[in-house]
């Protein structure tokens, strides 16, 4: 059966960090693409970032020098270190995996507040 379970979600004041995980299992993570993704109260969801077989990393102009991505194949994990964070990176996050991005984390809730 397939799981990505994502944690590392909290509240932080604006300027700060917080580092979020997915752990996944029952499919060959190494073999795809992992994406996260966020989704704001009453917006579509938006891509954030991903990373490739390869280590390829992609960003959103909105997070990019801000957050990072990256992935551990033997562990079957991927990161997101987010730092300066702002008020508007409110949401909640997904890790996204699979062919044709089939698979789909639970989400973690992050909020920045002041």
């Known amino acids: 059966q397939v799981h990505l379970v994502e944690s590392g979600g909290g509240t932080v004041q604006p300027g700060g960090s917080l580092r979020l995980s997915c752990a996944a299992s029952g499919f060959g993570f190494s073999d795809y693409t992992v994406t996260w993704y966020r989704q704001r109260p009453g917006e579509e969801r938006e891509l954030v970032a991903s990373?490739?077989?390869?280590?390829?990393?992609n960003y959103a102009g909105s997070v990019k020098d801000r957050f990072t991505v990256s992935r551990d194949n033997a562990k079957k994990t991927m990161t997101l270190q987010m730092n300066s964070l702002k008020l508007e990176d409110t949401a909640v996050y997904y890790c996204?995996?699979?062919?044709?991005?089939?698979?789909w984390g639970q989400g973690t809730q992050v909020t920045v507040s002041s």
């Open positions: 996204n995996a699979g062919l044709g991005g089939r698979f």
């Open positions: 990373i490739t077989i390869g280590g390829s990393t």
